[in-house]
Nanobody, 123 residues
Framework: VQLQASGGGLVQAGGSLRLSCAAS????????MGWFRQAPGKVREFVAA????????WHTDSVKGRFTISRDNGKNTVYLQMNSLRPEDAAVYYC?????????????????WGQGTLVTVSS
């Protein structure tokens, strides 16, 4: 599978963005999909993940209640809806794919990565 992330941009604090990650390949539903982010000078961190059939989702504590991960297997796409954005959410956001559900929060467990999309939040 190959991944292409999009949807980043500049938004004011309190605003919303929806990131998309389009996947190529015929086995998209076999993959757990994750979103990670990396702010300048910081390590890349887990944001959210979703199981292959979409039944299970996980969000890191700092985005719970504000971000929602979802997927449309018919469109081979995973989304990250980001509401109530804060300046500290500014980062390059990456989508990633893996097969086993375990360790969904660990970036080293993901085998495929998209190119990243930049989210800038102005205060």
């Amino acid at each position: 599978v190959q991944l292409q992330a999009s949807g980043g941009g500049l938004v004011q604090a309190g605003g919303s963005l929806r990131l998309s990650c389009a996947a190529s390949g015929r086995t998209f539903s076999d993959y757990v999909m994750g979103w990670f982010r990396q702010a300048p000078g910081k390590v890349r961190e887990f944001v959210a993940a979703i199981s292959g059939n979409g039944d299970y989702t996980w969000h890191t504590d700092s985005v719970k209640g504000r971000f929602t991960i979802s997927r449309d297997n018919g469109k081979n796409t995973v989304y990250l809806q980001m509401n109530s954005l804060r300046p500290e959410d500014a980062a390059v956001y990456y989508c990633a794919a893996k097969r086993p559900i375990r360790n969904y929060y660990r970036e080293d467990s993901y085998s495929v990565w998209g190119q990243g999309t930049l989210v800038t939040v102005s205060s």
